[in-house]
């Protein structure tokens, strides 16, 4: 069973990160910053449609604070969605801005409303912490999921990553007689091998989404990861591995059910190399990320020590005992991606 150790500590965004997302298009001066959110003069806590404590709380400005900040905020939208076209935000409205006050950022959650057809659509304003921001760009060049995204000073904007919470999925839906078992067990194998090889931790049934799209003939899943604060921070493999959380067990479960040794195998295989492709297909920004995550501050020099020693056990690869940083043991868990492939393949 895989347990976080202590609350993460946050580690500010680099002069060298900056200048990667500033050369990347990912820097951009932001009409609202996550401190003017701050100024709120009261808040209620949010509740769902059976009645639930959501955990978010909605907050209230005075009347020229709140005009101030739906112009800003509609503007970021824009920039989020439309490279800054004002013309999309005509028919838009700030329907709610809600606090999560429980979370490790305390991020706001932003409700964009079409006046027009009252469609509705999310984002989040939380602090650029440099793990989450590598977390980000990591998922963004590596999975198979593209992210959008943009920091200014402390300032984080992340669009909302549609799915079903885990958690959700897992309560209601895997017993539903039409799931298609063995496409979500083979999805949640390649799922396992995206975040251990990028080194992204803490990925329990609450912290992913399960995207489910219905094709002519089958329906197909992709679990996405969606919160991306613990971005090789932790120092143990299984913080890495989501097959180690308790609360992802009723899936990996299934697998076992389902899945030969070979068949598992043959997943594993098929993921790493289609992440291969990715960082060859992104070489040179994959190696400016990585070169700019070798020289930054990104945990503990108890983790770095502990976690480096076992990837060198785990890979049988005694160079892990030569990193310094976070950034080197990404680096290095990278190169085993090949090794391994190479090696299987």
């Known amino acids: 069973m895989a347990l976080i150790s202590k609350k993460k500590i946050p580690y ?188 992204l931790g803490d990925m329990h049934s609450s912290n992913f989404v399960v995207d489910i799209t219905p094709d002519f003939e089958e329906v197909h899943y992709r679990i996405r990861a969606i919160d991306f604060d613990q971005q090789s921070y932790e120092g143990r493999r299984s913080i890495y591995m989501p097959q180690y959380f308790k609360e992802n067990n009723a899936i990996i479960e299934l697998g076992m059910k389902l899945m030969t040794p070979e068949s598992m195998a043959q997943y594993q295989l098929e993921e790493r190399s289609l992440m291969i492709h990715r960082i060859k297909s992104s070489r040179f920004k994959v190696k400016e990320l990585i070169d700019s995550m070798v020289q930054d501050e990104l945990s503990t020099a108890g983790h770095i020590q502990s976690l480096k020693q076992e990837l060198a056990k785990y890979h049988e690869e005694p160079t892990f005992n030569n990193c310094q940083t976070m950034g080197e043991i990404v680096k290095l868990n990278l190169k085993m991606l090949v090794r391994k492939t190479i090696h299987e393949g």
């Open 12 to 199: 500010p965004v680099s002069h060298n990160l900056r200048s990667y997302l500033r050369k990347f298009g990912r820097q951009s001066r932001l009409p609202i910053l996550y401190e003017d959110l701050i100024r709120y003069n009261s808040a209620i806590p949010l509740y769902d449609h059976s009645g639930k404590d959501t955990l978010w709380e909605t907050v209230f400005y005075s009347q020229s604070e709140a005009e101030h900040l739906n112009q800003g905020l509609k503007k970021i939208y824009s920039m989020l969605t439309a490279d800054g076209d004002v013309s999309v935000i005509q028919h838009l409205y700030i329907d709610r801005i809600d606090i999560c006050p429980f979370g490790n950022s305390k991020p706001f959650r932003i409700r964009v409303v079409n006046n027009m057809n009252d469609n509705f659509d999310y984002y989040y304003i939380k602090t650029a912490d440099a793990s989450r921001v590598y977390g980000l760009e990591l998922e963004h060049l590596i999975s198979p999921n593209k992210i959008k995204y943009l920091v200014d000073h402390n300032t984080l904007i992340e669009e909302h990553i549609a799915g079903l919470p885990g958690d959700q999925f897992i309560k209601y839906y895997l017993s539903d007689p039409n799931l298609n078992t063995i496409r979500i067990a083979k999805e949640f194998v390649k799922f396992n091998e995206r975040c251990f090889y990028r080194l």
